[in-house]
């Protein structure tokens, strides 16, 4: 849908939710949580998925991550996300997806996988030191300096091994590895054309998420 974007009272009520992250509040504020977040959550994703197999040219199964924290094993015990975050995941696979964070604070945009499988991490060790992870080098680093961000490593040092002073060393210490746009603020999400913008920044990290897909089909 052309033009479609976020009202502003999504991010009013990320932030009042923010500032006020506990049951009486959210139970007061229920109704506002349904019109606010959940419904044009809904609208968005169903809207994304189908752009996103028109642009791509595949199925995707979109998830919107629950509000409510799991609190299980979180030193943190505020009850609720303040932050709306969605995922679109090709047909056939678990890891690898395309993100969308819609924060109280700005607006981020993602693709990639947080965490290999153990057999499919030794894997991708072995890859990395091989020609296809040049060619992993080289997505990257041109994502970079088109002012992507490439998400943070796992490990302090290289896994035993490995030589340390291969050119990919460093892509050895990742456990999964993702790539982001980050914008400044909200503004994105709540003014002009949302889905188009989404559109253009996936289709900017296509080439990294390839070979990523690449990658899990052939190992």
Avoid at 25 to 44: G, I, L, S, V
Avoid at 100 to 106: D, I, T, V
Wanted: charge should be neutral.
């Amino acid at each position: 849908m052309a033009g479609w974007h976020f009202d502003p009272e999504t991010i009013v009520f990320l932030n009042d939710l923010k500032a006020n992250n506990t049951k009486d509040w959210f139970t007061e504020n229920k109704a506002r949580f349904t019109a606010d977040y959940k419904e044009p959550a809904d609208f968005f994703k169903n809207i994304m998925q189908h752009q996103l197999e028109d642009a791509f040219g595949e199925s995707y199964n979109a998830k919107i991550f629950r509000i409510y924290r799991d609190l299980r094993f979180s030193k943190d015990k505020t009850p609720y996300n303040t932050h709306l975050h969605i995922s679109f995941v090709p047909s056939g696979l678990k890891s690898l997806a395309w993100y969308f964070g819609l924060q109280a604070e700005n607006l981020v945009l993602g693709t990639g996988v947080f965490g290999f499988e153990k057999d499919r991490l030794n894997n991708f060790r072995e890859t990395i030191v091989s020609k296809k992870g040049d060619q992993l080098a080289d997505i990257l680093a041109d994502l970079q300096e088109n002012g992507f961000r490439i998400g943070k490593p796992d490990l302090k040092k290289i896994p035993r091994g490995f030589d340390a002073n291969h050119p990919n060393a460093y892509l050895l210490r990742y456990k999964g590895l993702t790539v982001w746009r980050d914008f400044a603020d909200t503004t994105p999400a709540t003014s002009g054309d949302l889905i188009a913008l989404c559109t253009k920044t996936y289709r900017e990290m296509k080439p990294f998420f390839d070979w990523m897909q690449s990658f899990y089909q052939s190992s």
